[in-house]
């Protein structure tokens, strides 16, 4: 067997990499804005890349603009602009980051954003429909929602084959004809179905590496904190989907990853704690957050993060590029629902999850800006305790806003929430 150190240029090639590939795209947004050009803004839930990269139209996602003024620690300069403007307190942070952005005319601390064109967005998140009036306000420019029948109950999906599956496809397809249409009126440029499938294929690598990846993080150690390089890998795929880079990318991270698990290299010195994470990250103090968790000796190995914020991806699915159109609004069908279950149906797929990854605790994170995300986490944990003897550690704060972010109590609940899976472990052992 290989020692762990035969291939040391390997290990951290991801992160390294998705970093360089992640300026690149922000460099090639604000070349794009510094020619004036206009680009399509999108959602994370749906990005529909696989046709907008068809029309070479830059693509934009405001919710990554946005928790990267939060990682950066300016996002309070922007929320105070916006509410100043006049938004509420209580909507968004992601909304009003953007808002405040487009009134500095893109202005954006790694770089400059280009204004909308166009904006695709689909129903996965209600407060999408209203941002994007806020462009449509603001820019008078085509706004294109995709409605992608969702979960009517959970476990009551239709699935492929089915008839009720083929009529919620055709229905997705149609309004892909739709934006293909209004793409072509403002570009200018005939729409190519052999480009889309050069697009698809390169997206089939993101596709088929992404539910690689997540499993390979049931290894012991755990070869990735699904927390902070799940956000660096989550903005490639994102920012990348349906591009060469993007697929190589996901190819050498599954080669990366799949190195440390054979050779036993983890993210901490010593994993003690296996836990999965629901909600959405607590960027005002993200490097904080994590450690007040790994000086525990705790990692993240699982998130749903990892499934919504994807759009999906989690979801086994290739694109057949014989049938592009009919697969791609397949596609859109089964990963758009995924992600939404994800979010709704969360205890279902955390008790999956857990059982799979080995975990030892799950900690909630409801925030005050995401109530798509957060509504339900409370009920959903209770439904999971029912289920499970499961170690839960329920905590509020924020992904944006730091007036509602307190370091010290959530250490004293995440301190307290690790002596109990210290005494559960003893008590573990002893019995
Ligand atoms: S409410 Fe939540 S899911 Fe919707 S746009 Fe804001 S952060 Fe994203």
Same mark, same amino acid.
């Not at 592009?324 to 279950?341: F, H, Q």
């Not at 925030?367 to 339900?376: A, E, L, M, P």
């Not at 209770?382 to 550690?393: H, N, S, W, Y």
């Given at each position: 067997?290989?020692?762990?150190?035969?291939?040391?240029?390997?290990?951290?090639? &991801?992160?390294?990499?998705?970093?360089?590939?992640?300026?690149?795209?922000?460099?090639?947004?604000?070349?794009?804005?510094?020619? =004036?050009?206009?680009?399509?803004?999108?959602?994370?839930?749906?990005?529909?890349?696989?046709?907008?990269?068809?029309?070479?139209?830059?693509?934009?996602?405001?919710?990554?603009?946005?928790?990267?003024?939060?990682?950066?620690?300016?996002?309070?300069?922007?929320? +105070?602009?916006?509410?100043?403007?006049?938004?509420?307190?209580?909507?968004?942070?992601?909304?009003?980051?953007?808002?405040?952005?487009?009134?500095?005319?893109?202005?954006?601390?790694?770089?400059?954003?280009?204004?909308?064109?166009?904006?695709?967005?689909? =129903?996965?998140?209600?407060?999408?429909?209203?941002?994007?009036?806020?462009?449509?306000?603001?820019?008078?420019?085509?706004?294109?929602?995709?409605?992608?029948?969702?979960?009517?109950?959970?476990?009551?999906?239709?699935?492929?084959?089915?008839?009720?599956?083929?009529?919620?496809?055709?229905?997705?397809?149609?309004?892909?004809?739709?934006?293909?249409?209004?793409?072509? +009126?403002?570009? /200018?440029?005939?729409?190519?179905?052999?480009?889309?499938?050069?697009?698809?294929?390169?997206? =089939?690598?993101?596709?088929?590496?992404?539910?690689?990846?997540?499993?390979? =993080?049931?290894?012991?150690?755990?070869?990735?904190?699904?927390?902070?390089?799940?956000?660096?890998?989550?903005?490639?795929?994102?920012?990348?989907?349906?591009?060469?880079?993007?697929?190589?990318?996901?190819?050498?991270?599954?080669?990366?990853? &799949?190195?440390?698990?054979?050779?036993?290299?983890?993210?901490?010195?010593?994993?003690?704690?296996?836990?999965?994470?629901v909600g959405?990250?607590?960027?005002?103090?993200?490097?904080?957050?994590?450690?007040?968790?790994?000086?525990?000796?705790?990692?993240?190995?699982?998130?749903?993060?990892?499934?919504?914020?994807?759009?999906?991806?989690?979801?086994?699915?290739?694109?057949?590029?014989?049938?592009?159109?009919?697969?791609?609004?397949?596609?859109?069908?089964?990963?758009?629902?995924?992600?939404?279950?994800?979010?709704?149906?969360?205890?279902?797929?955390?008790?999956?999850?857990?059982?799979?990854?080995?975990?030892? /605790?799950?900690v909630y994170h409801p925030?005050?800006?995401?109530?798509?995300?957060?509504?339900?986490l409370?009920?959903?944990r209770?439904?999971?305790?029912?289920?499970?003897?499961?170690?839960?550690?329920f905590?509020?704060?924020?992904?944006?806003?730091?007036?509602?972010?307190?370091?010290?109590?959530?250490?004293?609940?995440?301190?307290?929430?690790?002596?109990?899976?210290?005494?559960?472990?003893?008590?573990?052992?002893?019995?």
């Open positions: 067997m290989n020692e762990p150190t035969s291939r040391p240029e390997i290990v951290g090639r &991801g992160a390294r990499e998705g970093a360089r590939l992640f300026r690149e795209w922000f460099e090639g947004l604000s070349a794009a804005a510094e020619r =004036n050009q206009t680009a399509a803004y999108v959602f994370v839930m749906g990005s529909l890349a696989e046709i907008l990269r068809v029309f070479d139209l830059p693509v934009v996602f405001p919710e990554i603009n946005s928790l990267q003024t939060a990682v950066r620690h300016v996002a309070h300069e922007y929320l +105070n602009e916006a509410e100043d403007y006049g938004y509420s307190t209580d909507i968004c942070g992601y909304v009003k980051a953007d808002v405040a952005l487009q009134l500095r005319g893109g202005d954006h601390p790694m770089g400059r954003v280009p204004k909308p064109g166009l904006a695709v967005l689909t =129903n996965a998140c209600n407060t999408y429909l209203k941002w994007a009036e806020i462009w449509e306000r603001m820019y008078s420019m085509p706004v294109v929602t995709i409605d992608v029948p969702g979960s009517r109950a959970d476990g009551t999906q239709a699935m492929p084959g089915s008839d009720g599956f083929e009529r919620d496809r055709k229905y997705v397809e149609a309004q892909l004809h739709e934006l293909i249409e209004i793409c072509e +009126n403002i570009t /200018g440029i005939k729409f190519d179905i052999d480009r889309l499938r050069e697009v698809l294929g390169h997206a =089939n690598g993101v596709l088929r590496a992404w539910p690689k990846l997540v499993e390979l =993080n049931s290894a012991r150690p755990s070869v990735f904190n699904a927390l902070t390089e799940g956000t660096v890998y989550l903005g490639v795929a994102n920012g990348l989907r349906g591009t060469e880079e993007g697929a190589r990318f996901f190819d050498d991270l599954v080669e990366e990853m &799949g190195y440390k698990a054979e050779h036993g290299i983890g993210t901490l010195t010593e994993e003690l704690y296996r836990l999965l994470f959405v990250p607590c960027y005002p103090i993200f490097r904080r957050f994590n450690e007040m968790f790994s000086e525990w000796g705790g990692t993240f190995v699982g998130s749903t993060y990892l499934l919504f914020a994807s759009g999906g991806a989690n979801y086994p699915f290739q694109y057949d590029l014989k049938k592009p159109m009919e697969s791609l609004s397949a596609g859109v069908l089964l990963t758009v629902r995924a992600a939404m279950d994800s979010m709704f149906y969360q205890d279902r797929v955390l008790l999956e999850m857990a059982e799979r990854m080995h975990a030892d /605790g799950v925030i005050k800006s995401c109530r798509t995300v957060s509504t339900g409370a009920d959903g209770r439904a999971l305790i029912a289920k499970r003897d499961m170690a839960t550690l905590i509020e704060s924020d992904m944006m806003d730091r007036r509602v972010v307190s370091e010290a109590q959530l250490k004293n609940r995440i301190d307290a929430f690790f002596e109990g899976l210290a005494s559960r472990k003893h008590r573990a052992l002893v019995q």
